[in-house]
């Protein structure tokens, strides 16, 4: 069984910085892609924050390109999201999805259960 856990969110000012992190844990054989995605309240769906790949390549949506970085370790199994310069309209519920290939199955869309992120002051 394949498990994401998120952690890292909380409540924030404007300007301020977090660091989002997401364990993949579970009978894992390999993991492709790994990334973020976040949805607003009232929001109808989940939308792109930060994906990378297995070679480290990866992608931004446009409005956090320059503002959030992502990483991750291998080793670990963690994809990480550093949000730096956060505003308002960064507020919403992060989800961290991962495309696993599990033993005794086959390739895989997980995501985590979510964790909140406020930007206020």
């Known amino acids: 069984q394949v498990q994401l856990v998120e952690s890292g969110g909380g409540l924030v000012p404007p300007g301020g910085s977090l660091r989002l992190s997401c364990t993949a844990s579970?009978?894992?054989?390999?993991?492709?892609?790994m990334g973020w995605f976040r949805q607003a309240l009232g929001g109808n769906e989940r939308v792109l924050v930060a994906q990378v790949n297995t070679g480290g390549g990866t992608d931004y949506g446009d409005s956090v390109q320059g503002r959030f970085t992502i990483s991750r370790d291998n080793a670990k199994n963690t994809v990480y999201l550093q949000m730096n310069s956060l505003d308002l309209e960064d507020t919403a519920v992060y989800y961290c999805?991962?495309?696993?290939?599990?033993?005794?199955?086959?390739?895989?869309?997980?995501w985590g259960q979510g964790t909140q992120v406020t930007v206020s002051s």
């Open positions: 999805k991962a495309y696993i290939y599990a033993s005794r199955s086959s390739w895989g869309e997980y």
């Open positions: 579970g009978n894992i054989l390999h993991i492709s892609a």
